[in-house]
């Protein structure tokens, strides 16, 4: 019984390296199918200029801009609330994905991968074991973002109709 226990619970250890996408393309199918089941996200965008955009979204709701310093750029949103791309498509067909290894940010273990669309945009994505985006940073159309990804499934970001 002790045996069975403890190779359990050195498993359930394993578990989220185990997780882990051999190839780049199959994490980030993981990626998006992961972020299309959250309720709520918060987006922290920071642009060179300095200015920051906090942006409260959901996949099943417009994204709603909470606070902007930024007035005249495009925010990039396709880009950050659709983290691996849009769902409509395969990930082989709008990237060249690579993967650039494992570190930690902020505490927490994290997968890193670039992604490079047809147009010639690159999406650098960092990403938890449970396959969730922790951070990203957007070179695209002559602009370029930070994206942070925080309070995931926070209730209070959108009210909810009877």
């Known amino acids: 019984m002790r045996t069975v226990c403890a190779v359990t619970i050195a498993l359930l250890a394993l578990a989220p390296i185990a997780g882990r996408a051999a190839d780049p393309y199959t994490a ?58 849009a769902q409509s498509g395969e990930v082989s067909d709008q990237f060249t994905v690579t993967s650039l290894g494992h570190k930690s940010l902020y505490g927490m273990p994290v997968d890193g991968y670039r992604l490079i669309d047809q147009t010639g945009a690159i999406e650098t994505l960092w990403v938890s074991a449970n396959a969730l985006p922790i951070a990203m940073h957007v070179e695209a159309y002559g602009e370029s973002i930070d994206v942070l990804y925080g309070d995931y499934n926070n209730p209070t970001f959108f009210a909810t109709r009877p």
């Open 28 to 85: 980030i199918s993981q990626v998006r199918a992961a972020f299309s089941h959250v309720q709520s996200v918060q987006l922290v965008e920071k642009f060179p200029s300095g200015a920051v955009a906090t942006v409260q979204f959901s996949p099943s709701a417009p994204a709603r801009i909470a606070t902007a310093g930024v007035s005249k750029y495009q925010l990039l949103l396709d880009y950050a609330t659709q983290p691996g791309g």
